[in-house]
């Protein structure tokens, strides 16, 4: 009981951290910010090119294979990218790299004029692996 009361007061201090927050501000390998899907299951670094006028997501398995930089490929033909500053929707294709398995990447890539508008990255990542549909926030710190 002291426990819950001890972190409600913590909470009502602003003194615990929002774990979807600090999930939010995760970078990858390349430094870029980092969306969540599921718990823990995919990782997505979102690399705009602002020169070059593209968007690079790479997709990563669960927190340990993000920091080891080890890629993990899904089975789906495009994911879409939504920034908020400025507000931007994104399709990006599979990409798949030479290494990927047969009709699974993981790389997604696409192209987009007014990249270099862009604030401090942040928004959302959606798609579908197989049938089942993810979506998760991204925001640079």
Not at 76 to 87: G, S
Not at 111 to 124: F, R, S, V, Y
């Amino acid at each position: 009981m002291k426990t819950i009361f001890g972190l409600a007061l913590l909470a009502g201090l602003g003194l615990v951290a929002d774990a979807s927050t600090a999930r939010a501000q995760e970078v990858g390998p390349n430094k870029m910010p980092v969306a969540e899907w599921g718990d823990e299951e995919y990782h997505l670094e979102v690399i705009p090119d602002a020169k070059a006028g593209t968007v690079t997501v790479f997709v990563y398995g669960n927190h340990d294979d993000l920091h080891k930089a080890k890629k993990m490929a899904i089975e789906t033909k495009t994911i879409t990218v939504i920034f908020k500053n400025p507000e931007m929707t994104l399709k990006l294709e599979a990409a798949p790299e030479k290494d990927d398995p047969k009709d699974k990447t993981t790389k997604f890539f696409g192209k987009a004029e007014g990249l270099d508008k862009l604030g401090k990255l942040e928004g959302t990542i959606a798609g579908k692996v197989g049938t089942k549909p993810y979506s998760g926030g991204f925001k640079q710190k």
